[in-house]
C-alpha cells in the first residue's frame, strides 16, 4: 500500500487485486524410503535389526504478472447531471504486465535410522524387552538472504534406548536414556544425556481384585514416571552457532572517511561490527518432569484417565542484564541462566455404550489445565518497581501500563503525570504506579492473563437410533486474555473504515466519555493510545460448537431395489456457535480482528456406495 504524498492508497481494492494480474505457482515433493528388517531368531528368540534410509526433496517457485492500477475515489457529484468528478489517489500506475519472480524454496533432507529390538517371555510371567536406535539427521535449505550460517546444513545425531519389563501383567517397569547431539552447541556441550525411568501398577489384574468389584471398576492403573530432557531450539535461527563469533568485515553503516577532501573525496573503508560474540559454556536447556496417572474403567463403558505433572526447567537462554555498557560490547551477552516451573492436570473420558441393537451412543471429553513461572529471571534490581520482576509471572505473562479512563479535557492533562508523544483529551490516561510524576516502563505492571490459554478443554457426543445418527463436538479455552492491535484502527493511513462498535462508542468534544470504547479519533497514529495497556486487554476465553452433524441412512431393502449397498443423506457444520464475553469478532482470531475470519460452513451431502 502506498503511502506518500502522491501515492494515497491506503487501502486495498478487492476488485483491483483480483483483475491487475496472475500468479503462477508450482510445488514438487519426492519422498524415497528404504528399510530392512531381518529377525535374528537363530542368535537368540526375539531379537531382530532394522535399518531405514529416508530421503525427501520439497520445491516451491511462483511467478507473478500484473501491472500496477491507477486508483480513484469521488472528488464530487452534480445531481443535476448525473455526473461524477474522480480524485486521482496515485500517479505510479502502469499499463503494461510486469514480472516478478518471487524467492524459491527448496528443502532437502535425509534421515537415517537404525535399531535392534529384542523382547521375550519367561516362565509366562516375566516380559522383557530391549530397544537401541541411532537416529542421523541431514536438512538443506534455500538460502534467499545473504548469511553464511543459515546456508550450511542442519545436523542432528541421536542414540536412544529403552528397557521394559513387567510382572505377571501386574507390575511394569520402563527405563529410557536419549544420548543427543546437537550443531549449535561447542564440541564441550554438544552431547546431552537424558535418562527418564515409569512404574506402573495395574491394580485390577491382582488376586485380591475379585470379580465383584470388576462388575464397577473393570480396570484400575497407576504409572509413575520421572526424567529429564533437552532442548536445543533455543534463540533464533540467527544463533544457529553459539560457540562462533558473528562479524560483519564489511559494514557500511561504520564507514570510515580518509583524505583531505573528506567525505566529499569518496576515500573511505567500510567498518567491523559484531552481532554475536562467541560463547563456548552456552549448552542445552534441560526439563526435569514428574507425571503421575491414574487410568480406570468403568462398567465396560466409561474409561477414565487423570494425569498431574510438575516440570522444573532450567538453563533457559537469556540476555544478560549486569553487563555494563562501558564494557564497550557492541552486542548483547546471553547465558543458560533462567529457571522456572510448570504444573498442570490433564483429564480425558471416554464413553461407549449400546442400550439395545437400535440405540448406541458414544462420547468423549477433555481438560487440560497448565500454568507456568519463573523462578530465576535476568533482569535489572527493582527496588522501587517490584511489579517490574519476572519471578512468580507465567512464561507466557504480558506487561503494560493500567488504564484509568480518558482525559476528560487538556486542563486534566496538563495537571496529570507526563506520558508519551502528543496527547491531548480523548486519549488514554495511565496510572503513576511508582509516583515519579511521569509514565514510563517502570509504571508496567502485568495485567490480564497469558496470551497462551491456562485451559482448554472440549466434549462431544456421537448417538444413534435405527437410521438416525446424530453428533457433536465443543470446544474452548479459558484464562487466556488477548490485546486489540493497532491495526484495527480507523482512518490511519486511509486503511480501514470506522467499524460500528467505535463510532457507537468513541470520545469526542460531543461525547466526553472517559470510558468510551474507542480514544479520540485521528487520521494518524497516536503513540500514546498504542502502548500495550489494560485498555486494549480482552477476555479470550470462549466455547465453541465446532462441529455438529445429522444423518439418516435408508433402509437396506430400499437401496437394494436400486443396487446400493449404502445410501446415506446427511447435514453437517462447522464453528456453528460462539459463547464469550467478547462480541466485536471471533475472539480465536485474537487482537486482529480484520483478518481471514474463522468460517462458519454448513454442508448438505448424500453418501452412497454401490
Known amino acids: 500500500n502506498a503511502s506518500s504524498d502522491n501515492n494515497k492508497v491506503g487501502y486495498t481494492n478487492p476488485y483491483a487485486e483480483m483483475v491487475k494480474g496472475y500468479k503462477e505457482s508450482s510445488t514438487s515433493q519426492i519422498n524415497v524410503q528404504f528399510e530392512l528388517k531381518q529377525k535374528l531368531d537363530f542368535i537368540t528368540k526375539g531379537l531382530e535389526i532394522r535399518g531405514m534410509f529416508n530421503t525427501s526433496r520439497y520445491a516451491y517457485f511462483d511467478k507473478t504478472r500484473a501491472y500496477k492500477p491507477f486508483y480513484y475515489d469521488v472528488a464530487s457529484y452534480d ?152 532442548n536445543d531450539a533455543i534463540g533464533n535461527e540467527y544463533d544457529r552457532f553459539f560457540y562462533l563469533s558473528n562479524v560483519n568485515m564489511n559494514n557500511d553503516q561504520r564507514r570510515a572517511y580518509f583524505g583531505t577532501l573528506g567525505r566529499t573525496g569518496n576515500e573511505y573503508r567500510n567498518g567491523i561490527t559484531i552481532s554475536r560474540y562467541a560463547n563456548d559454556l552456552i549448552t542445552w536447556e534441560d526439563a526435569e518432569k514428574m507425571n503421575l496417572t491414574l487410568e480406570a474403567g468403568f462398567f465396560d463403558k466409561l474409561e477414565l484417565q487423570a494425569e498431574v505433572y510438575k516440570e522444573k526447567r532450567s538453563n533457559i537462554l537469556m ?44 462420547g468423549m471429553a477433555n481438560f487440560t489445565y497448565a500454568t507456568s513461572e519463573y523462578t530465576v529471571y535476568e533482569e ?41 508523544g502528543d496527547y491531548r483529551a480523548g486519549d488514554i490516561k495511565y496510572k503513576d504506579l511508582n509516583g515519579d510524576g511521569k509514565i514510563t516502563e517502570l509504571d508496567m505492571a502485568p495485567i490480564g492473563f497469558p496470551t497462551v490459554p491456562e485451559i482448554s478443554y472440549g466434549f462431544g457426543l456421537s448417538t444413534g437410533w435405527k437410521k438416525w445418527d446424530f453428533s457433536f463436538f465443543f470446544q474452548g479455552s479459558g484464562r487466556q486474555s488477548f490485546w486489540i492491535s493497532s491495526s484495527t484502527m480507523p482512518f490511519i493511513g486511509g486503511a480501514n473504515a470506522l467499524l460500528k462498535e467505535y463510532a457507537d462508542s468513541h470520545w469526542s468534544e460531543d461525547n466526553r466519555n472517559p470510558f468510551a470504547v474507542m480514544p479520540r479519533l485521528s487520521s494518524y497514529s497516536i503513540e500514546n493510545n498504542e502502548k500495550p495497556s489494560t485498555w486494549w486487554m480482552r477476555d479470550g476465553s470462549f466455547l465453541r460448537l465446532k462441529s455438529l452433524e445429522f444423518g439418516y441412512s435408508f433402509s437396506d431393502k430400499l437401496i437394494k431395489k436400486a443396487a446400493m449397498s449404502n445410501l446415506r443423506v446427511y447435514f453437517s457444520g462447522t464453528n456453528l456457535l460462539t459463547f464469550s464475553k467478547f462480541k466485536l469478532w471471533d475472539p480465536e482470531m485474537a487482537g486482529d480482528g480484520l483478518g481471514y475470519p474463522v468460517q462458519r460452513v454448513f454442508n448438505f451431502g448424500v453418501q452412497l456406495a454401490f
Open 380 to 420: 535489572p534490581n527493582y527496588p522501587n518497581s517490584p511489579w517490574k520482576s519476572h519471578i512468580g509471572y507465567s512464561l507466557n505473562q504480558n506487561w503494560g501500563y493500567i488504564a484509568e479512563r480518558l482525559f476528560i479535557d487538556d486542563e486534566e492533562v496538563r495537571n496529570s503525570p507526563e506520558q508519551f
Open 79 to 230: 445531481k443535476a447531471t448525473d455526473t461524477y468528478t474522480l480524485n486521482q489517489l496515485n500517479t505510479d500506475g502502469e499499463e503494461w504486465l510486469s514480472f516478478t519472480e518471487n524467492p524459491k524454496t527448496v528443502n532437502s533432507t535425509t534421515y537415517f535410522e537404525s535399531a535392534v529390538n529384542w523382547s521375550s517371555t519367561f516362565n509366562e510371567v516375566h516380559d522383557v524387552s530391549a530397544l537401541l536406535v541411532y537416529t542421523l539427521r541431514d536438512e538443506k535449505r534455500t538460502q534467499n538472504g545473504n548469511d553464511l550460517q543459515l546456508s550450511l546444513p542442519y545436523r542432528n545425531v541421536g542414540l536412544a534406548g529403552r528397557l521394559t519389563y513387567g510382572y505377571d501383567t501386574r507390575y511394569l517397569l520402563e527405563m529410557n536414556f536419549g544420548y543427543n547431539g546437537s550443531e549449535r552447541f561447542s564440541k564441550k556441550e554438544r552431547f546431552g544425556f537424558f535418562p527418564s525411568a515409569g512404574l506402573g501398577w495395574v491394580i485390577s489384574n491382582e488376586a485380591f481384585y475379585g470379580d465383584g468389584l470388576k462388575k464397577y471398576v473393570n480396570n484400575l492403573k497407576l504409572k509413575a514416571t520421572y526424567g529429564l530432557s533437552g
Open 319 to 362: 540476555t544478560r542484564s549486569s553487563i555494563p555498557s562501558t564494557m564497550g560490547l557492541q552486542s548483547e551477552i546471553r547465558a543458560n541462566v533462567g529457571e522456572a516451573k510448570a504444573k498442570g492436570i490433564d483429564l480425558s473420558l471416554n464413553l461407549n455404550h449400546s442400550f439395545n441393537s437400535d440405540w448406541w451412543v458414544t
